[in-house]
């Protein structure tokens, strides 16, 4: 599940929930209702690879990467 990786991303990492609560300006307990429901845009997935240091990428059957995405992909203008 999708919930199930976040997690496991954000533990891999290092940090907790309760640090990457504030990240998304929302309390430990908005955070986790966020993540219980999987409510993830691809903004929010694309800050939370920031936070960790990751990268969210296209990567074929090869392993080879073709499109990465990083936090300038949602600066707004």
């Not at 991303?9 to 429901?37: D, H, T, Y």
Request: hydrophobic share 40%.
């Amino acid at each position: 599940m999708i919930k199930d990786k976040i997690k496991a991303l954000i533990n891999l990492s290092g940090k907790s929930q309760v640090s990457i609560a504030p990240e998304f300006g929302m309390s430990k307990e908005s955070f986790n209702n966020k993540l219980r429901g999987a409510r993830f845009s691809i903004s929010d997935l694309i800050k939370l690879a920031d936070i960790t240091d990751t990268q969210i990428a296209f990567i074929d059957k090869a392993g080879k990467p073709l499109i990465t995405f990083d936090v300038e992909d949602i600066k707004k203008d």
